[in-house]
């Protein structure tokens, strides 16, 4: 599986946009970037994964650049409950099926 | 079900003793799988199952741990003569499908804690 690289924390004032990025420059043409996110003492959640194009859901936006080796997950209107740790993961097709490789993630604090 | 559930909730174990972890996935999912998550640590992949085989044990621990799952759904993770190490979150996740780009979807996770 690639690696990624996140900023291990971020603050952002509720309201306002939160712009998580992530650095995964060995990705490979066949692997998806999923983002997963955890609240303190609960088990990730889902939050959005793509290919190759942008992709929108209701709780966020996915941004992958031309070259897939980085993207910057949009949460629009971040709120006190968006504070979590944001988990960036490559991967998808191995041998040993869908196994997701879980870094240490962006701490993102939303505050008022 | 409505999600992936995980029982028990908590459990704490004298070191040297079994525990039997268990995990119901979302109705319909073939594939499942189980992590686990050491204090400030990130989640670690021990093992996947697509219907009630499990091609790939490489994330297993040690020979102490062992999963199974019967009948396409509920699977128990054990661990015997457990160790102060083996102090954990275990999460189990289960996707629709096996392969790439299905999303899983984690259960609320097992805290073992042994003494």
């Known amino acids: 599986d690639a690696k990624t690289t996140q900023p291990p924390s971020m603050d952002c004032a509720e309201g306002r946009a939160a712009n998580l990025p992530c650095n995964h420059s060995?990705?490979?043409?066949?692997?998806?970037v999923y983002w997963y996110r955890q609240i303190h003492s609960q088990g990730p959640q889902y939050i959005i994964h793509?290919?190759?194009n942008n992709e929108t859901n209701e709780m966020a936006s996915l941004i992958i650049t031309e070259d897939r080796k980085s993207s910057t997950l949009i949460l629009p209107h971040a709120t006190l409950r968006d504070t979590a740790v944001y988990y960036c993961?490559?991967?998808?097709?191995?041998?040993?099926?869908?196994?997701?490789?879980f870094g240490t993630g962006t701490q993102l604090k939303v505050e008022l | 079900g409505a999600g992936v559930s995980q029982s028990p909730s908590n459990k704490v174990t004298e070191k040297g003793k079994d525990v039997e972890l268990r995990c119901d996935p979302i109705?319909?999912?073939?594939?499942l799988y189980w992590y686990r998550q050491s204090l400030g640590q990130g989640l670690e992949f021990l093992i996947y199952?697509?219907?009630?085989?499990?091609p790939d044990k490489s994330g297993l621990p040690s020979d102490r741990f062992s999963a199974e799952r019967t009948g396409g759904s509920v699977s128990t993770l054990t661990i015997q003569r457990t160790q102060q190490e083996d102090s954990a979150v275990y999460l189990c996740?289960?996707?629709?499908?096996w392969g790439a780009g299905d999303t899983q979807y984690f259960g609320p996770g097992t805290r073992l804690t042994v003494l």
């Open positions: 996740a289960s996707s629709r499908v």
């Open positions: 060995t990705i490979s043409g066949n692997e998806y």
């Open positions: 793509g290919l190759k």
């Open positions: 993961i490559v991967g998808g097709v191995t041998g040993g099926g869908n196994k997701l490789t």
């Open positions: 109705s319909g999912h073939t594939a």
């Open positions: 199952f697509q219907g009630n085989s499990a």
